[in-house]
């Protein structure tokens, strides 16, 4: 595809006004206020179109589309026991696949080209997401609640036999992480198996931490450390790690996540949703640490469109800390792009350059809610909204255009999550 005469997001956060970009066997050929030579297949108009990469939801869980709606009005220890953990004993493969399916359309319409997912049904997760052509990091969340050899796991076999099945299929696309769910969901013994298996398979961690403070007190209350702290003891940092929330986190935290590389992903509407409080992503960010931007599951938030989430991260600081300039728009902009796939550990996706891969959307300029045009990129985090794409692009195959999914049966799919979501709750009901 020849993308003509649109503006371009260009790597330093500046809008480039008539520029020409060419995508060519997945990724950027060229780019440059001239038109091309060469045959770069269709021609896309892109007047009153703007061209920047796709997001990346740095922390969801997908087949909970099925919940979406289900679980309200509760504090995270009660939405997980009372609602969530009876409904998800009850979703089977099937089911996970189309609920995924759904979570990646809703996530593709919205602007969004990669996602790190945390669940389990993994195999029907990676079947949604290698028939869709979106990218993802997935992992197979690990849980304990007693001590013993985590090869006896369950979670850990399953996550085993997908790293060995499904790492690098899809051309790249599918990336296999290894996650432990949190330290409340585990025992130290098996953190410490985590850490020395992870490292031995050098594959990235995903990790929930610190994102109650009813969490992060009793784990300093069981070890006299900090979820942080108790990681970093385990080894688990000895590999790059996202750390999901950190809503809690102390200030030798911040320290620790900087010596040791890990990004956060904060999830700032989900936060608010189930009253955890929310993430400091400027000190985060102040002291060199990496925060990408994630929804978490539609359960908690209740969609998956990164421009409400970014809205949230640029708006946030400036309110809990009573300083308009503390963060600027390009910084929250950057934070749901490249960062995001800074901690996915795909280096050559996130800017719109020559050679990257091309995961890309496309926003129309042309609305009322984008007009008038002071500056594009304020728009973008304060004004815009998923409703505003026009165009998604993985690795240069079009996955979302004005309203179709070419690899999706969209109506299949919302059928089927209607109709298994009913199912599974008639069969809660019943076994209440």
């Known amino acids: 595809m020849l993308f003509a005469d649109i503006a371009v997001l260009t790597p330093d956060g500046t809008v480039a006004e008539h520029q020409y970009v060419a995508v060519q066997n997945g990724r950027i050929a060229y780019v440059g206020d001239t038109c091309p030579p060469g045959d770069f297949g269709e021609r896309y108009d892109g007047q009153n179109r703007l061209l920047l990469p ?7 869980h997908t087949p909970m589309t099925l919940l979406r709606g289900y679980a309200e009005n509760l504090p995270l220890d009660r939405w997980l026991n009372e609602r969530v953990f009876p409904f998800e004993d009850r979703i089977q493969g099937e089911d996970a696949y189309f609920a995924a399916l759904l979570a990646i359309a809703e996530m593709v319409s919205t602007g969004t080209t990669s996602f790190s997912d945390m669940y389990y049904f993994s195999d029907d997760v990676l079947r949604a997401v290698r028939d869709s052509g979106m990218k993802c990091n997935f992992s197979r969340a690990i849980t304990s609640f007693r001590d013993g050899d985590i090869h006896a796991l369950q979670s850990f076999q399953e996550s085993e036999r997908i790293l060995a099945e499904w790492q690098g299929t899809g051309d790249g696309r599918i990336q296999i992480d290894m996650s432990l769910h949190a330290e409340y969901t585990n025992r130290r013994t098996i953190i410490e198996q985590f850490a020395k298996i992870a490292a031995d398979h050098g594959v990235r961690a995903h990790i929930h931490l610190s994102e109650t403070e009813k969490e992060h007190r009793e784990c300093k209350a069981r070890y006299g450390l900090t979820p942080a702290a108790l990681f970093s003891a385990c080894g688990v ?19 620790i996540f900087r010596a040791a590389g890990v ?19 400027v000190r985060l960010l102040e002291n ?22 970014l809205y949230l991260c640029a708006l946030l600081p400036k309110g809990f800390l009573r300083r308009p300039d503390v963060l600027s728009e390009r910084t929250a902009l950057k934070m749901a792009t490249e960062n995001g796939y800074i901690a996915q550990g795909r280096t050559d996706c996130g800017r719109v350059k020559e050679g990257w891969r091309a995961d890309l959307q496309v926003v129309d300029l042309h609305t009322v809610r984008m007009t008038p045009h002071h500056d594009t990129v304020n728009n973008l985090v304060y004004a815009a909204s998923g409703a505003g794409v026009l165009l998604t692009m993985v690795d240069g195959r079009v996955l979302y255009r004005d309203g179709k999914f070419p690899t999706i049966d969209i109506e299949k799919v919302k059928f089927e999550v209607e109709a298994r979501a009913a199912r599974i709750r008639v069969e809660v009901a019943s076994h209440g």
Do not use: R
């Open 263 to 281: 990004s956060v992903a904060t999830n700032p509407a989900s936060n608010l949703k189930l009253g955890s409080g929310v993430c400091d992503t």
């Open 288 to 309: 060199g640490v990496n925060v990408a931007i994630g929804t978490d599951s539609a359960a908690s938030n209740n969609n998956l469109d990164m421009y409400k989430e």
């Open 54 to 60: 796709g997001f990346v939801n740095a922390h969801t």
């Open 237 to 255: 940092f000895q590999v790059p790690t996202t750390a999901a929330h950190c809503v809690w986190v102390e200030p030798q935290d911040v320290e």
